[in-house]
């Protein structure tokens, strides 16, 4: 079992930055790759980002594309999301997930084996 701890939503304005993290307690991400899920206010959750082992990384939002970026720190075992220019519509909880390496980067998280507890996003306009 893989507990992922996230950290670093908050509610901020519009054109603002946050910087998401996800660590695994008491484990490494070794033979994981790692995902960014989000949920607004009565939608589903979706992908946003996912990145592999080797830092290959994915995202799956065109009005994010460019704004956020995945990264991971393996020496720290913790992965990031840094999210720039920040938009109403950002607002959202953000969930992170850990997926099998063999899985690819998929965006389906029926196949996350794991998730944290989400952390709460708020953009101000």
């Known amino acids: 079992q893989v507990q992922l701890v996230e950290s670093g939503g908050g509610l901020v304005q519009a054109g603002a930055s946050l910087r998401l993290s996800c660590a695994p307690s008491?484990?490494?991400?070794?033979?994981?790759?790692v995902g960014w899920f989000r949920q607004g206010p009565g939608q589903d959750r979706v992908p946003v980002a996912v990145?592999?082992?080797?830092?290959?990384?994915?995202y799956f939002e065109d009005s994010q594309k460019g704004r956020f970026t995945i990264s991971r720190d393996n020496a720290q075992h913790t992965v990031y999301l840094q999210m720039n220019s920040l938009k109403p519509e950002d607002t959202a909880v953000y969930f992170c997930?850990?997926?099998?390496?063999?899985?690819?980067?998929?965006?389906?998280?029926?196949?996350?084996?794991?998730w944290g507890q989400g952390t709460q996003v708020t953009v101000s306009s």
């Open positions: 008491g484990k490494s991400f070794d033979g994981y790759s």
């Open positions: 997930a850990v997926i099998p390496s063999f899985y690819g980067l998929s965006p389906y998280s029926a196949q996350y084996h794991y």
């Open positions: 990145i592999g082992e080797s830092g290959d990384t994915r």
